[in-house]
């Protein structure tokens, strides 16, 4: 459970924002659309392959 104290002098947007912060950092959205659908494991593979391949060019683009 993510929760914000609230200061005596902090304003609702202020610890509105810190809450969405922390949620943010949490990643508590994007693990909530992980489980709602269901990805195949191939897909699931091929996403891993390209997500390594642009992680590589993006390193081999650095050392040059």
Same mark, same amino acid.
Request: net charge positive.
């Given at each position: ?12 947007? $202020? ?9 943010? /950092?949490?990643?508590?959205? =994007?693990?909530? @659309? &992980? $489980? ?9 593979? /091929?996403?891993?392959?390209? =997500?390594?391949? @642009? &992680? ?9």
């Amino acid at each position: 459970m993510i929760g914000v104290i609230v200061q005596d002098n902090e304003s609702i947007d $202020r610890a509105l924002r810190r809450f969405k912060k922390k949620y943010e /950092r949490a990643g508590i959205l =994007k693990e909530y @659309r &992980r $489980r709602t659908s269901y990805t195949k494991p191939s897909v699931l593979k /091929r996403m891993a392959q390209q =997500k390594a391949e @642009r &992680r590589q060019h993006r390193i081999s683009r650095e050392m040059q």
